[in-house]
């Protein structure tokens, strides 16, 4: 992976006479002495590859020359006492592929903008913008944009989102490489779960086996929080409480992920607790796999992640009313209520929009499911695909998912 490809793309993107503003974010105090984990913006991280907060990037275009500067904090021997070590400007611009003459000291990012302002003709500016949800609280991109846009009313803002969600859906051979070891983690991960897994454990001990695994096969910290429902809790959606029995003839929904060089990997396997499944639980598993097959056969170039979940839907309204456990394909939203799939990169949901046609280089996930309530049954079955000239490769292939394969595991 290029970080200096990556900045040469959205420069070409971006319009003449802008700025490009990219923070790397600030950790966020959570009680009164400890900070919450920090996550550096992925923008910053697909410009930059650094993970260090506080830092800053911009990107000029004027009368289409482009000029680039990345802005860090000076080492403090005090500070690193206490929160390790500083990055270097030179192991800065080494890891984000930067001339070192363009990597300076925080202090001096203002009087470059107030250059650029005075001196120059700045039309426009990019800032990650990106509103996930009205009730949340903004964050820092956000915060800095909405402060740049209270004194430069008259500079045309962009959301940076816009301008790099057609440029990072398309992932490069380093980034799928990333997305393979991550998947080969988890995989190994769940085996260790298999081996493990027995009635009377709590989900959360099911949790940390698999979080424990990771650490120790080389991931930093999950894709994203794990989900561990048994029972009745398979049958919520993004159930992360796991703090219940995983009780004897039920059966466990694990949707979960280690994250490997800041690429995300997405998985759900469910599970039969004592390792075997029932004859009810297998019917409705079968289905579920059915239609993760037949998302898998129609992901290709040209289609559309509505068109693959109506490959699915169909799928399971059509299992559903053979079973008698619909009288029409058209209450399929009773029991499956989600999409099939969500591109997949630094973000588990990474970025693009609904009506985007797949391209070869996509990473998309493939995740049916049914979610039975008077039954306590819920299954979802979920793998990571990478879209290709004519179709898509499995890249969770190896991962075992087929009922047989799971029950001979948990024999051993």
């Not at 040209?302 to 008698?324: C, F, I, P, Q, S």
């Amino acid at each position: 992976m290029s970080f200096k490809d990556h900045r040469a793309s959205l420069a070409l993107a971006m319009k003449d006479n802008s700025m490009a503003i990219v923070y790397a974010g600030m950790p966020l105090h959570q009680n009164e002495d400890d900070y919450a984990a920090f996550t550096v913006n992925s923008n910053f991280f697909y410009l930059t590859g650094l993970e260090r907060e506080g830092m800053i990037l911009l990107m000029t275009k004027v009368e289409g020359v482009v000029s680039e500067h990345l802005y860090i904090e000076e080492a403090d021997p005090l500070e690193e006492r206490w929160t390790g070590k500083m990055p270097t400007v030179k192991e800065a611009a080494e890891t984000a592929e930067m001339d070192e003459a363009r990597v300076q000291f925080l202090p001096s990012f203002m009087s470059r903008v107030n250059y650029m302002l005075s001196r120059v003709k700045v039309d426009h500016v990019y800032f990650d913008t990106f509103v996930n949800d009205i009730n949340d609280l903004p964050h820092y991109n956000l915060v800095k944009a909405r402060e740049f846009a209270a004194k430069c009313p008259a500079i045309e803002m962009h959301d940076l989102r816009n301008v790099l969600v057609p440029l990072r859906v398309e992932k490069d051979e380093d980034e799928i490489d990333r997305i393979r070891k991550a998947i080969e983690i988890t995989k190994k991960s769940l085996e260790f779960v298999m081996q493990n897994l027995k009635p009377g454990m709590m989900e959360y001990q099911v949790q940390a086996d698999f979080e424990y695994s990771c650490r120790k096969l080389g991931s930093k910290k999950q894709a994203f929080a794990t989900i561990a429902g048994s029972g009745i809790n398979g049958c919520m959606l993004h159930y992360e409480t796991n703090d219940h029995v995983a009780e004897d003839g039920t059966l466990i929904l694990l949707d979960l992920g280690a994250q490997y060089g800041n690429y995300a990997s997405d998985i759900t396997r469910t599970y039969p607790v004592n390792g075997r499944f029932t004859e009810r639980q297998r019917q409705y598993y079968d289905l579920v796999l059915a239609a993760n097959y037949a998302m898998r056969d129609a992901a290709k170039p040209g289609v559309t992640l509505k068109e693959l979940n109506d490959v699915a839907k169909k799928v399971l309204a059509e299992g559903l009313v053979k079973m008698g456990k619909i009288e029409s394909e058209e209450q399929v939203g009773k029991y499956y209520m989600h999409s099939v799939s969500h591109s997949m990169g630094i973000d588990t949901h990474d970025c693009t929009f609904n009506d985007m046609l797949l391209e070869p280089g996509w990473v998309i996930t493939d995740e049916p499911g049914l979610y039975i309530d008077e039954e306590c049954i819920g299954i979802r079955i979920e793998d990571d695909l990478l879209i290709t000239e004519d179709g898509c490769e499995v890249l969770s292939a190896d991962v075992i998912r087929e009922a047989d394969d799971i029950e001979a595991f948990m024999a051993k």
